[in-house]
């Protein structure tokens, strides 16, 4: 169960990048006005950051809580909990 803390790190990353490139792209279209279009995107870049420290957050408390535990993890089911964290860090 120890190795499902870093389950909230896959959606957070993915989250912060998706909100980002929504800000982005709103600038290039220059979503209804220009004025508006820079406005989004200061939105999407602070709302993605925010995001993205939650997941650098989560990322320690992961780390540390498998540190204090190490020698003693069994292997289990909950393994499968690396599988999206890691799928963030390819992006």
């Known amino acids: 169960m120890l190795v499902s803390t870093f389950l909230p790190i896959g959606p957070l990353g993915q989250g912060g990048a998706g909100i980002i490139q929504l800000g982005i792209v709103a600038k290039e279209i220059e979503f209804i006005s220009p004025d508006t279009a820079s406005v989004l995107y200061g939105i999407g870049v ?38 999206f964290p890691l799928g963030i860090y390819l992006y």
């Open 46 to 83: 602070f709302t993605g950051l925010i995001m993205f420290g939650y997941g650098i957050l989560w990322l320690v408390f992961a780390v540390t809580s498998i540190a204090s535990k190490f020698p003693k993890i069994v292997f289990s089911m909950a393994w499968w909990g690396f599988t």
